[in-house]
């Protein structure tokens, strides 16, 4: 009996020593083998590294007026590895945040991660009624949900930014460099249930660079309730202007409506978002005629007294061109020819004066078929004709058979109030810090050629020409309308027209160059009639705001 006590005494003993010799032996694997990774796992689950996400900069409009700026928000994510009851969690935290409690669930049982997003950019108060609940391996920092403040205002000018403040569109992807600062990043410490209990290191985030424009948020806010009108009124399609101070190429309103609010960017129609200013193309029709005019008068070829004996229509190769309204055989000059948007009188100047190679040359050195390089993304440079057949030299003096952009369009006419120097137009005056670059500048005609063209641009709204209706009381006014039908596949599409007028005031000493052009207006499509009264309207209230004194006395009525 004792012999076999003893027998299982000993193994017992033997199993012990096995036991612990195998103990050990993990020990030691443990310690050696095993030691880097478990001492990673451990460091991962009481040390997490948080973004530090960098203020994006302010885009201020040229009076100080923030345009879009950052507006904070709460970003709430989780540690799936510390959520003690998902389910539970998942119901209270999608209830303050107003979520659906399945997409926070997902984010609460996401495997092979310590970190998942619940909401990003949180409103700040529900964010911080969620972290007074304390739920077990729920963390939140930090961050902006970019704003604009003025809503609809300029909105297809300032684009937007997406979740990440990164620019999508507009001038917060133009300057998205300069905007977007450096991530910071810091390293904190926590508790068994996740809590942070210290923060071990930090790297603070830089934030990015304030843009002030040239944009004056009052003038633009005009030029758009103008413009809404002008839609409404003729059942237009849509409607563009522009403002520019012709001495800097300064843009100090660029509208199109309809519009958009921005902080609803993700909702509203990829049609209201575009910047027709820049992108779009359009045929210009009569207000194209100053290239063919000025071309002549600069070549001395032509004088403003020059006359010529114009029939109603004429014939040039296989098309018919006659002018917009019905008349016998009168003997124009070239001033009257401007001024009444006479087709025949540009056709015959054309045709007998400057020929294909002549105006091709004006039409290349007033810059059309080429951008103007507007700091604005997706410029359009334009259409040119590819080739040239007999009739061309029929319908490109007049506007038809060319395709302009609306800031093209502009910025020749401010060259023209500028005697006759272009000026690359710009809607960034300065960044923050950076250094500001002049704007380009190119002569296009010369100084007294430019003063005579100017000269009648002014008959054409002052001598009962076909910008009557952009008159306004105490300012003299040059401009010029533009009527043009609008191609399709296969030839002009009858009933569509897109109307202009560009003016510049005041023509004596010239502030401001205002084009407004309306697209597919209807009851009628005259640029005299549909454009030029917005013209008038726009340009009235710019030049009270601006404080411009008037030119002209103006009578008493009676």
């Not at 520019?244 to 978002?273: C, Q, R, W």
Request: glycine residues 10%; positive net charge; hydrophobic residues 45%.
């Amino acid at each position: 009996m004792t012999r076999i006590v003893n027998s299982r005494i000993r193994l017992l003993l033997a199993s012990i020593l096995v036991v612990f010799g195998g103990l050990l032996a993990r020990e030691a694997w443990i310690a050696t083998v095993k030691a880097a990774p478990l001492a990673a796992m451990a460091q991962a689950q009481t040390k997490a590294t948080v973004p530090l996400p960098a203020a994006r900069g302010t885009i201020f409009d040229a009076v100080g007026t923030p345009l879009a700026l950052g507006e904070q928000a709460t970003t709430v994510y989780v540690d799936p590895s510390a959520v003690a009851h998902p389910r539970t969690e998942a119901k209270v935290a999608a209830r303050i945040l107003g979520l659906k409690r399945a997409a926070v669930l997902r984010a609460l049982t996401t495997t092979g991660t310590h970190f998942a997003y619940v909401e990003r950019k949180a409103p700040a108060d529900k964010a911080s009624l969620l972290a007074k609940r304390n739920l077990p391996g729920f963390h939140f920092y930090g961050e902006e949900r970019r704003t604009y403040p003025q809503g609809s205002v300029a909105a297809q000018v300032l684009g937007y930014a997406g979740v990440d403040n990164n620019g999508l569109a507009g001038l917060e992807l133009e300057l998205n460099t300069q905007l977007t600062g450096a991530l910071g990043k810091e390293t904190i410490v926590r508790d068994p249930f996740g809590r942070a209990i210290d923060v071990q290191s930090n790297v603070p985030a830089r934030p990015g660079k304030d843009v002030f424009l040239t944009i004056d948020h009052r003038i633009q806010a005009n030029a758009e309730q103008v413009l809404r009108a002008t839609v409404a009124k003729w059942h237009a399609k849509d409607a563009t202007a522009i403002v520019i101070d012709p001495h800097t190429g300064a843009v100090l309103a660029m509208a199109t409506e309809p519009g958009y609010n921005a902080n609803n960017f993700p909702s509203a129609k990829t049609a209201l978002e575009t910047n027709h200013a820049v992108s779009d193309v359009f045929e210009p029709g009569s207000v194209f005629k100053v290239v063919t005019i000025g071309g002549a008068l600069a070549e001395h070829l032509v004088t403003p007294q020059t006359a010529f004996t114009l029939p109603y229509s004429i014939h040039v190769a296989d098309r018919v061109v006659h002018d917009a309204e019905i008349r016998p055989t009168e003997r124009m000059t070239v001033a009257q020819i401007l001024q009444r948007s006479s087709n025949v009188g540009a056709v015959t100047i054309a045709e007998t004066k400057l020929g294909e190679k002549g105006l091709k040359d004006w039409i290349h050195r007033f810059g059309f078929g080429e951008p103007t390089g507007i700091d604005f993304p997706g410029e359009s440079q334009g259409l040119l004709p590819s080739y040239w057949s007999g009739s061309t030299i029929g319908n490109v003096p007049i506007g038809q058979g060319v395709s302009v952009t609306a800031i093209q369009l502009a910025s020749v006419y401010a060259a023209i109030a500028n005697h006759g120097l272009w000026i690359q137009p710009h809607l960034v005056d300065h960044v923050q810090g950076d250094r500001t670059t002049a704007p380009k500048t190119r002569r296009i005609l010369p100084r007294a050629v430019d003063k005579e063209l100017l000269t009648m641009l002014k008959g054409v709204v002052s001598d009962a020409g076909t910008g009557a209706a952009a008159e306004l009381p105490g300012y003299s006014v040059a401009g010029k309308t533009g009527t043009a039908q609008k191609p399709g596949p296969s030839g002009y599409m009858p009933g569509r027209y897109v109307a202009t007028f560009v003016g510049i005031v005041p023509e004596r000493s010239p502030r401001l160059i205002v084009l407004v052009t309306v697209d597919e207006p209807r009851g009628a499509y005259y640029g005299g009639v549909v454009a030029a009264p917005a013209f008038a309207q726009i340009a009235g209230f710019d030049l009270q705001y601006l404080e411009v004194p008037p030119d002209l006395t103006v009578k008493p009525a009676g």
